[in-house]
């Protein structure tokens, strides 16, 4: 994934998006860079690996390295940026969210024009942030070549850009995927894929972008260059996963989201009077905490936190590149509390169940504790398909899946064409592959939140949800 933040402002701007990028950390743990413009220096940038230690410890003498009243940062979980960029257009830092599907053939296409050429990275590849800025500068402005990079790629694009008069251009998505929101403050304009960002930094809302939309900003004003598009299909695992608690999307805040998610799930679990007898209702920390408290107080049954994750020197369990490494230090991270384990029957919410890894080692890690029994619930439905729209799963092929594993193993290729059946608790097939589950990871009952029940705890139109990763739907 990745979070990008911008400021321009009438007086210095460096501090604001310093924070505000250091805020986008949750999103990407690769790289982080910022670009700053300032009228007797021009443009500078700073870009640093980030993989093994936070974004402000490598950025921490940015105050002394780059000046500027308008400043851009991102953090990134692929390639290097921002980048600069000297075109038909003049000099320009760029950066850009999202993922690019059609990009060889992009790159084909333009390598193909009388003397075309990228830079290369280590083996051969070609950054999307320059290959957004070649389908950029094939237009006379910024307005038609955005609007141009926009119809051209296949995939997900938010930009910002950095002009060399020291102007903000904040270009959303063309299905608005991803949120980019702009903030108000008395000094200036700010942009953020993050609300809670700007407001920590004195910023009121000011608006968000529509699918689409391109503005262009300076400290005094907001112009539009390119209006919305009227079809939206803003992610759904927003606000399942990986969107910050603080933030709120198209008017829907995330915590708030999740305590109704638990909420729907255990009115479901009262009809169907699963797991009774429990003795906790617990998440899997960080983001499945507020599903469970939700769950807990709908079935008044009491909240707990078995184990704690300590998280003082590794804060995220995918920080390390390898995947022994992430296992290992994920194991490493859980600390029991043998009083709220020992003889207890547990129900844990998690946020989502992809490969499935890391919860059989939690649950054997609870049974190894002394846990009587352990029941899983997942605020979100079976992931049926890896997404690709964006790049935060991108690198799951179906297969690695657990739920799309499981039916391979139940039916072969053909239960693939009984995909609803699968999602659905209530079919026999729905049954089968919750129980097949439990007994790969060990658990004594297993169910998904509903397609239905997720998108009633957005409390978004459905038609404007993209829900692709659950049921394939574009």
Same mark, same amino acid.
């Not at 321009?8 to 999103?27: Q, R």
């Not at 029957?345 to 029994?373: C, H, M, P, W």
């Given at each position: 994934?990745?979070?990008?933040?911008?400021?321009?402002?009438?007086?210095?701007?460096?501090?604001?998006?310093?924070?505000?990028?250091?805020?986008?950390?949750?999103?990407?743990?690769?790289?982080?860079?910022?670009?700053?413009?300032?009228?007797?220096?021009?443009?500078?940038?700073? !870009?640093?690996?980030?993989?093994?230690?936070?974004?402000? $410890?490598?950025? /921490?003498?940015?105050?002394?390295?780059?000046?500027?009243?308008?400043?851009?940062?991102?953090?990134?979980?692929?390639?290097?940026?921002?980048?600069?960029?000297?075109?038909?257009?003049?000099?320009?830092?760029?950066?850009? !969210? %999202?993922?690019?599907?059609?990009?060889?053939?992009?790159?084909?296409?333009?390598?193909?024009?009388?003397?075309?050429?990228?830079?290369?990275?280590?083996?051969?590849?070609?950054?999307?942030?320059?290959?957004?800025?070649?389908?950029?500068?094939?237009?006379?402005?910024?307005?038609?070549?955005?609007?141009?990079?926009?119809?051209?790629?296949?995939?997900?694009?938010?930009?910002?850009?950095?002009?060399?008069?020291?102007?903000?251009?904040?270009?959303?998505?063309?299905?608005?995927?991803?949120?980019?929101?702009?903030?108000?403050?008395? /000094?200036?304009?700010?942009?953020?894929?993050?609300?809670?960002?700007?407001?920590?930094?004195?910023?009121?809302?000011?608006?968000?972008?529509?699918?689409?939309?391109?503005?262009?900003?300076?400290?005094?004003?907001? $112009?539009?260059?390119?209006?919305? %598009?009227?079809?939206?299909?803003?992610?759904?695992?927003?606000?399942?996963?990986?969107?910050?608690?603080?933030?709120?999307?198209? %008017?829907?805040?995330?915590?708030?989201?999740?305590?109704?998610?638990?909420?729907?799930?255990?009115?479901?679990?009262?009809?169907?009077?699963?797991?009774?007898?429990?003795?906790?209702?617990?998440?899997?920390?960080?983001?499945?905490?507020?599903?469970?408290?939700?769950?807990?107080?709908?079935?008044?049954?009491?909240?707990?936190?078995?184990?704690?994750?300590? $998280?003082?020197?590794?804060?995220?369990?995918?920080?390390?590149?390898?995947?022994?490494?992430?296992?290992?230090?994920?194991?490493?991270?859980?600390?029991?509390?043998?009083?709220?384990?020992?003889?207890?029957?547990?129900?844990?919410?998690?946020?989502?169940?992809?490969?499935?890894?890391?919860?059989?080692? $939690?649950?054997?890690?609870?049974?190894?504790?002394?846990?009587?029994?352990?029941?899983?619930?997942?605020?979100?439905?079976?992931?049926?398909?890896?997404?690709?729209?964006?790049?935060?799963?991108?690198?799951?092929?179906?297969?690695?899946?657990?739920?799309?594993?499981?039916?391979?193993?139940?039916?072969?290729?053909?239960?693939?064409?009984? !995909?609803?059946?699968?999602?659905?608790?209530?079919?026999?097939?729905?049954?089968?592959?919750?129980?097949?589950?439990?007994?790969?990871?060990?658990?004594?009952?297993?169910?998904?939140?509903?397609?239905?029940?997720?998108?009633?705890?957005?409390?978004?139109?459905?038609?404007?949800?993209?829900?692709?990763?659950?049921?394939?739907?574009?």
């Amino acid at each position: 994934m990745g979070g990008f933040f911008g400021t321009v402002s009438k007086h210095d701007a460096v501090s604001d998006a310093f924070f505000g990028t250091d805020y986008h950390s949750h999103l990407g743990t690769k790289r982080g860079g910022m670009a700053a413009y300032d009228e007797e220096i021009g443009l500078q940038k700073e !870009i640093h690996n980030i993989e093994n230690s936070p974004f402000r $410890t490598k950025f /921490e003498r940015i105050f002394e390295e780059i000046k500027g009243n308008a400043v851009i940062g991102c953090i990134s979980d692929s390639n290097p940026q921002p980048l600069l960029i000297r075109s038909n257009l003049g000099v320009y830092a760029i950066c850009v !969210i %999202g993922i690019i599907n059609n990009a060889d053939k992009l790159i084909e296409k333009h390598l193909s024009r009388e003397n075309g050429h990228f830079v290369a990275m280590t083996g051969g590849g070609i950054n999307p942030c320059e290959l957004v800025a070649a389908l950029i500068n094939q237009k006379s402005n910024f307005a038609e070549g955005i609007a141009f990079a926009q119809s051209e790629i296949e995939g997900t694009a938010s930009i910002l850009i950095l002009t060399n008069e020291g102007h903000l251009i904040a270009a959303r998505d063309k299905l608005g995927r991803l949120p980019v929101l702009v903030g108000k403050s008395a /000094e200036g304009y700010c942009v953020s894929f993050e609300s809670f960002a700007y407001q920590k930094l004195g910023y009121q809302n000011e608006r968000e972008l529509g699918p689409g939309e391109v503005v262009e900003i300076t400290a005094d004003s907001i $112009t539009q260059l390119v209006a919305p %598009g009227k079809e939206m299909r803003i992610c759904a695992f927003l606000w399942t996963y990986y969107g910050y608690p603080n933030s709120t999307y198209e %008017g829907k805040n995330v915590e708030v989201m999740r305590y109704k998610n638990g909420e729907i799930m255990a009115e479901s679990d009262k009809k169907k009077k699963n797991a009774e007898g429990i003795d906790f209702v617990c998440g899997v920390p960080d983001s499945g905490t507020p599903h469970a408290i939700g769950y807990a107080n709908k079935s008044d049954v009491p909240f707990a936190r078995p184990f704690i994750k300590y $998280t003082p020197t590794w804060a995220r369990s995918f920080m390390p590149t390898q995947q022994g490494d992430r296992k290992k230090i994920a194991k490493m991270k859980q600390i029991p509390i043998c009083e709220l384990i020992k003889d207890k029957k547990l129900l844990f919410v998690d946020d989502s169940i992809v490969r499935g890894t890391q919860l059989k080692e $939690t649950v054997d890690f609870l049974y190894n504790n002394g846990a009587k029994e352990v029941h899983m619930r997942s605020a979100c439905p079976p992931i049926m398909y890896g997404c690709k729209f964006l790049n935060f799963s991108s690198a799951t092929n179906d297969k690695d899946l657990i739920a799309r594993r499981t039916i391979l193993e139940l039916e072969g290729e053909e239960g693939f064409k009984h !995909i609803d059946e699968y999602s659905d608790s209530s079919t026999e097939r729905g049954k089968k592959l919750r129980e097949a589950i439990c007994k790969q990871l060990n658990f004594n009952s297993l169910e998904f939140q509903s397609i239905e029940g997720a998108i009633e705890a957005i409390g978004l139109e459905p038609c404007k949800l993209c829900t692709y990763c659950w049921n394939g739907k574009e």
